[in-house]
């Protein structure tokens, strides 16, 4: 297990992640992720609001950027075509 | 043996007999013999006047007859389960100070939180409805102290006295309307709005305007992921409501935190002052 933490890039800034979580590994962490960017989507959604996050920056403790996880990557495909 | 103990006397014994307890080093020996020191006193129970739990101290002199001789005082460390899911019930914990949390589980170890009481109420107020065991689980979410009795002397005390079963029973009601309340804001409200709702609900039960809460714990009091209370908390300062430092929520702003909840807080806590007495 090691300490992985989800800090968010907003449109000014980064809203920083105090505690961290355990996860068994960066795949496990990217899953913890998508599900938690799921969730920020579907709040913002039904509030009728704009997301404020635009992804997550994964890190180590150390501060080490390991991962970043666009938002987008946590919507059903047909919501994610760029054409 | 004459004894020329006061009531006064002995809430300041109980008072340094806290403060002992609570000291790391303390000398086992130096503590049994001044607690029976306070023995030898008086009856090692507390008098009503040094309660500070709302329900034991607006109690009638004859409800609180019944029920002091059997409260036994307790330290309530975070993470204590005072009810375990599914256990007979073995003792009610009445708190001065600390908060208690009633959750329930998903059989997959998803956890939420149902409801919360400190100094107002008690844990395991289920024996008072008659039933042995319940398939909630109640802990300590934030350390305090208060006092123990045990199911079998809780009944037997609201058997003698009406005024203190009824008392409860009033009390049993006021947590049920905050369930209620906790399931309507679950279902109309943001979690930001959710979370306004709850640092309130604690900051009642708490002494001072800083809380010691890490983002973990709150997710899995709100069940909701953990970036989505990061984010709540991000908005909520932004307004100027509150203020966070690492695992530490300070209450600014706590009319406006009321405003934001949207009538979501209040209903429960009024219908304590209402049916029972002061509330926080």
């Not at chain 2, 930001?192 to 010691?212: F, K």
Request: with cysteine; glycine share 8%.
């Amino acid at each position: 297990m090691s300490r992985f933490y989800f800090h968010q890039q907003i449109a000014n800034g980064i809203i920083e992640d105090p505690d961290g979580t355990e996860a068994v590994d960066l795949t496990a962490a990217r899953h913890e992720a998508i599900l938690a960017a799921r969730q920020l989507l579907a709040n913002a959604i039904l509030a009728g609001v704009a997301p404020l996050g635009t992804a997550f920056q994964i890190t180590d403790e150390g501060g080490q950027v390991l991962l970043e996880v666009p938002f987008r990557e946590a919507l059903p495909p047909q919501f994610t075509k760029s054409d | 043996m004459t004894k020329f103990v006061t009531d006064g006397d002995v809430s300041v014994m109980y008072q340094m007999l806290h403060h002992l307890r609570t000291t790391p080093g303390v000398d086992g020996w130096k503590l049994a013999a001044f607690a029976l020191r306070i023995n030898e006193g008086r009856m090692p129970h507390p008098t009503q006047s040094f309660v500070r739990n709302g329900l034991l101290s607006v109690i009638d002199a004859a409800a609180y007859a019944a029920i002091g001789p059997h409260l036994e005082p307790v330290d309530l460390p975070k993470g204590t389960v005072l009810i375990e899911a599914g256990e007979p019930f073995m003792h009610a914990h009445f708190f001065n100070s600390g908060i208690g949390s009633i959750v329930v589980s998903t059989p997959d170890s998803q956890r939420v939180e149902a409801g919360i009481f400190g100094r107002e109420g008690l844990s395991g107020f289920g024996s008072l409805l008659g039933v042995d065991q319940c398939p909630q689980t109640t802990m300590v979410q934030v350390e305090g102290e208060g006092y123990r009795v045990s199911i079998e002397a809780l009944r037997s005390a609201c058997q003698q006295s009406d005024s203190l079963r009824e008392t409860l029973l009033r009390y049993v009601h006021v947590f049920i309307t905050q369930t209620s309340y906790t399931s309507l804001s679950n279902v109309s409200q943001s979690v930001e709005g959710r979370l306004a709702r709850w640092l309130l609900m604690c900051h009642d039960r708490v002494t001072c305007d800083d809380i010691a809460l890490t983002h973990e714990f709150l997710s899995i009091m709100l069940a909701v992921q953990r970036p989505s209370v990061t984010t709540a908390l991000h908005m909520i300062e932004g307004y100027g409501f509150i203020k966070t430092r690492r695992s530490n929520i300070t209450i600014v702003d706590r009319d406006a935190l009321i405003d934001f909840a949207d009538g979501m807080y209040g209903t429960p806590e009024a219908e304590y002052r209402r049916l029972i007495g002061p509330f926080a």
